[in-house]
């Protein structure tokens, strides 16, 4: 994993943005390597068949406790620098809520409120799949930003598949956002909203992202959410 990134820049992608892309959060090999993962059940919790939920075509799996080794220390290395972010936002959408520096503070909080089950997940979608726009919330507590670890090989092992965002603006159009990843590359951006500022301060703008659908190949992606589910 990248251990220097650049916070600055990232927050300034997520607030003109509503997303960041971090470059080579993962290196090839660990993508590899997380990726052949989804075939051991053992370390997953469940797995959810997209279609029979009407959630698009594909499937994932969540992850059990304890957490692959790579997996944990992305959770646990990323959650400080964005949790800073979180609060700011929070602040800015007058949300009274507010965020731990730690992420193992935040889980005992998740977990008080009855919200124990891991949500790191794997993806995998193949010729035809897709994901359809939706918010990951799993309980009362979340944390507001999340990300997608892309790894597979665009071009190579798959075509299409691309991860879109909108955002739904107060009377206004919906805007789309298209992010292009290559392997290892992050794509953090929010759960469900974002602080926006207009003429008269800051007001909210709801989130919900997907991915487009694959033209060939297989596409698997690791998703990392912090807060964990009832």
């Not at 992420?103 to 035809?128: I, K, M, S, V």
Request: glycine letters at 8%.
């Amino acid at each position: 994993m990248k251990t220097v990134l650049d916070w600055q820049a990232i927050e300034d992608d997520l607030n003109c943005h509503g997303c960041a892309l971090v470059p080579g959060l993962m290196a090839p090999a660990a993508c590899t390597a997380l990726a052949a993962q989804y075939e051991e059940p053992q370390r997953f919790r469940s797995r959810v068949v997209m279609e029979r939920h009407g959630f698009g075509r594909g499937q994932y799996q969540y992850f059990a406790y304890p957490l692959p080794e790579a997996v944990a220390a992305l959770r646990t290395a990323l959650y400080a620098p964005l949790a800073a972010i979180a609060n700011r936002w929070q602040a800015a959408m007058g949300l009274e809520a507010r965020f731990p520096s730690e992420h193992d503070a935040f889980l005992a909080r998740c977990h008080a409120a009855g919200q124990a089950r891991p949500t790191p997940l794997l993806l995998r979608y193949g010729e035809g799949d897709y994901n359809c726009l939706h918010q990951d919330l799993y309980g009362e507590h979340v944390f507001p930003l999340q990300l997608a670890v892309l790894l597979s090989r665009p071009q190579l092992d798959f075509t299409g598949g691309e991860f879109v965002l909108t955002e739904q603006r107060p009377r206004m159009q919906s805007r789309v956002e298209v992010v292009p990843l290559l392997q290892g590359d992050a794509v953090i951006f929010p759960v469900a909203q974002r602080p926006v500022n207009g003429v008269r301060g800051s007001y909210r703008v709801g989130m919900r992202h997907g991915v487009s659908r694959l033209r060939s190949g297989t596409r698997h992606t690791l998703g990392v959410i912090f807060h964990d589910a009832s």
